[in-house]
């Protein structure tokens, strides 16, 4: 079993970073999951207790940040009540959808609908919809940056 908890570890890590690209794959827990087995295999002497509980909570962080972020851009591009609410339904929605182009495209058009219904002008719903795609974009990259530091830990780790 020596070379395969390392494999496995490294796998799931490496499974997580794919999930990062991903919705629906909860891509950080794998990483941290692949990071955990690998402690929990080595008695926790390489990769420490507290290490472990720190990159969970941060997955946690991060999980939770990507589902604020489009809607912190659409606070920061000057969405009206309409904008955010349109977005949070377009996020509710293409979550529910169970679908990587409603995760993805649901809270951007339930932004700018959003806007035209409160009766903005179309370049004031693009805007608010920027500001949606913007937050959403920053998510991922949060997740792609955490999980690239627990796959640096382990590699390091491990060779």
């Known amino acids: 079993m020596g070379n395969l908890l390392p494999i496995f570890s490294i796998f799931l890590v490496l499974l997580g970073l794919l999930g990062s690209f991903i919705p629906f794959l909860p891509g950080v827990l794998l990483a941290w999951f692949g990071l955990f087995i690998y402690s929990v295999g080595t008695g926790f002497v390489q990769i420490s207790i507290l290490k472990n509980i720190t990159f969970f909570f941060l997955a946690l962080l991060v999980m939770t940040l990507d589902y604020i972020l489009p809607l912190w851009g659409a606070k920061k591009s000057k969405a009206s009540k309409y904008g955010i609410v349109g977005a949070i339904v377009g996020l509710l929605g293409g979550v529910l959808s169970a679908n990587v182009i409603?995760?993805?495209?649901?809270?951007?058009?339930?932004?700018y609908l959003g806007e035209i219904f409160g009766e903005e002008t179309p370049k004031k719903a693009f805007q608010s919809a920027a500001?949606?795609?913007?937050g959403f974009i920053l998510g991922p990259i949060l997740k792609i940056i955490l999980v690239l530091v627990m796959l640096g830990l382990l590699l390091v780790t491990i060779f």
Do not use: T
């Open 102 to 111: 409603g995760a993805i495209f649901g809270p951007i058009i339930g932004a």
């Open 131 to 134: 500001g949606v795609l913007f």
